[in-house]
C-alpha cells in the first residue's frame, strides 16, 4: 500500500470535512465499553479489507445503513455487548473476549 497522492489526500480531507468524527474511549472506561469498542474495530477492518461501503454492509447484516455509520464512529453508548456480537457472528469475524 502507497501514501495517496495530493489529489487523493484532497479528496479525503473534503469528505471527513463533512462527517461526524469518531468517538474515543476514555482510560478508565468499563470492561464491557472496551469490548464494544474493540467489536467496532472489527467492523471496521472488515469494511476495510472487503473494501465495501457502509451501505453494503448494512444489506449484508439486514440492517439501517445509520446502524452502520453508528458502528464505523464508535458510538458504543448505542450498542450493547450481545447486539454487536450478533452482528460480528453474522459476519463471521474473528473476535475473542477477554475479561480481566
Do not use: G, W
Not at 495530493?6 to 476514555?26: C, F, G, N, W
Not at 472496551?34 to 444489506?59: G, P, T
Amino acid at each position: 500500500m502507497t501514501f495517496p497522492n495530493e489529489k487523493d489526500l484532497k479528496k479525503i480531507r473534503a469528505k471527513l470535512s463533512r462527517v461526524a468524527p469518531s468517538h474515543t474511549l476514555p482510560r478508565n472506561a468499563p470492561k464491557a465499553d472496551v469490548i464494544k469498542y474493540k467489536l467496532c474495530e472489527k467492523f471496521v477492518k472488515h469494511i476495510l479489507d472487503k473494501k465495501i461501503s457502509q451501505a453494503q454492509l448494512a444489506r449484508q447484516l439486514h440492517v439501517d445503513p445509520s446502524r452502520i455509520n453508528e458502528i464505523v464512529k464508535y458510538r458504543i453508548d448505542l450498542f450493547t455487548v450481545d447486539k454487536l456480537m450478533e452482528l460480528a457472528e453474522r459476519l463471521e469475524l474473528d473476535f475473542r473476549v477477554e475479561v480481566a
